[in-house]
């Protein structure tokens, strides 16, 4: 893998650490879908970890209810400082809400849409300032 990716792709992971077993970490990623559990980033575009949902050093197991898969990033930021599960984030992304104008350009009016990921859409504004002139919605988004 290294000799794809190169040396660098690597050097976030930390060296001091119990391993993962990789049929465990293949589990966890298969879960995720490839994706941090977090931010939405691929495996292709940026390394994944096996993260510790409840901190080894706040008394968490190592059982595979207790990881999830997050980007070295979104890692790194949550540290050991708290419990966050983001294992159910994608499904916040997929609520919608009947009469949301937003949650309707996306399902009913996807010929506005010119691009999109799994956490946001582009359209261009119906009322353009500028030439080009784009709106960028997340996914889910505040009501209000």
Do not use: M
Not at 43 to 71: F, M
Not at 75 to 92: A, I, P, S, V
């Amino acid at each position: 893998e290294e000799s794809k990716r190169g040396e660098s792709f690597w050097k976030h992971r930390a060296t001091d650490r119990e391993a993962i077993s990789g049929s465990i970490r293949y589990e966890v990623l298969k879960r995720a879908k490839g994706r941090c559990e977090c931010c939405g980033v691929s495996i292709e575009d940026r390394p994944i970890d096996v993260d510790h949902i409840v901190p080894r050093s706040k008394t968490g197991d190592n059982d595979i209810t207790n990881y999830q898969a997050l980007c070295w990033l979104c890692n790194t930021n949550k540290g050991n400082r708290d419990r966050t599960d983001f294992r159910q984030l994608e499904g916040f992304y997929a609520e919608r809400v009947d009469g949301c104008l937003f949650c309707d350009l996306q399902t009913k009016d996807r010929g506005r849409i010119v691009e999109e990921n799994t956490l946001a859409y582009a359209i261009r504004d119906g009322f353009p300032v500028t030439q080009y002139h784009t709106l960028i919605i997340p996914g889910n988004h505040p009501i209000g």
